[in-house]
């Protein structure tokens, strides 16, 4: 009775709480979960992956990696008689998956900004092999249009705090926004660390909203506006799924999932 678990990288704060959260409840239910780390993004990783949980005769397989609908069709075809559950596809990919709603969570961060009164709004994307960056980016953009306004700058980032610390430092000291728009709670730490740095009171100057609600949100200083997605509950309901499905229930494809908004700290 084991589940294999591929996951993008464990430094990443968002996929180590998804990646706990599974193991928790999996153990709850008597399960063992194996875990295979992508070690770099894209297709071949994501198949060496798997291929290492198949050599460890797991029952079924949770796959949170970014991947086309191809591509996660590709990867079940490694093990037809075994169910996959995926975390990071595209919402009309047509294989089993378990995961919050991108669209609507960027879209309470730009409601949330705009009815605060902001007009000049950064978004910090996430990476481009990103399939949740990608789709959080898009609704951004739309919310955006649809109140008549264009991002005040668009930057990328690879989730890592470092990276959003080096994006902040393009806007400073003076192309600064009234607002930023951040992919995930990790860059937003790194983008508190070079306003700080440089003097910029948040909220005053700059209101920031984040996106995730890691554990360690709650504790940034100042204590993060987010868009939280409960890593713990799609950790839970993702090992639930996938053991409905090895007990071969007929599932629905999709479980969707509904983020909040957090406000804390970061934005008036
Ligand atoms: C997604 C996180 O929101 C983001 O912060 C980053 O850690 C990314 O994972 C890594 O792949 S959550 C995922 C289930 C889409």
Redesign the pocket.
């Known amino acids: 009775r084991t589940i294999g678990l591929a996951t993008?990288?464990l430094s990443?704060?968002?996929?180590a709480q998804?990646a706990s959260a599974i193991q928790h409840r999996a153990a709850a239910l008597g399960y063992h979960v194996v875990i295979a780390m992508a070690n770099q993004p894209g297709f071949d990783a994501a198949q060496a992956a798997v291929n290492e949980l198949l050599a460890q005769r797991v029952d079924g397989l949770l796959i949170?990696?970014?991947l086309q609908n191809a591509q996660a069709q590709a990867l079940e075809g490694l093990a037809a008689h075994l169910p996959f559950l995926f975390?990071?596809v595209a919402q009309h990919a047509t294989v089993h998956q378990c995961?919050?709603d991108a669209a609507h969570g960027a879209r309470l961060g730009v409601e949330h900004l705009v009815a605060l009164g902001h007009r000049r709004i950064a978004l910090l994307n996430?990476p481009a092999h990103?399939?949740?960056a990608t789709q959080r980016f898009a609704a951004w953009q739309a919310a955006l249009a649809h109140h008549q306004l264009q991002p005040h700058a668009v930057l990328t980032g690879d989730?890592s705090a470092a990276s959003g610390y080096q994006a902040a430092l393009t806007l400073l000291p003076n192309k600064l926004p009234e607002a930023m728009l951040i992919?995930?709670?990790?860059m937003a730490l790194g983008v508190l660390r070079a306003l700080h740095q440089y003097g910029v009171s948040i909220p005053q100057t700059v209101s920031l909203v984040g996106?995730?609600d890691t554990e360690e949100s709650a504790w940034y200083q100042p204590p993060l506006t987010t868009i939280r997605?409960d890593l713990r509950h799609?950790g839970a309901l993702s090992v639930d799924r996938l053991l409905q499905l090895i007990g071969k229930e007929m599932l629905a494809t999709t479980c969707p999932l509904e983020t909040e908004l957090v406000i804390r700290e970061t934005t008036a």
């Open positions: 993008s990288e990443l704060l968002a996929p998804i949170n990696l970014p975390m990071d995961q919050y996430g990103s399939v949740a989730w992919a995930n709670d990790q996106y995730d997605q799609l």
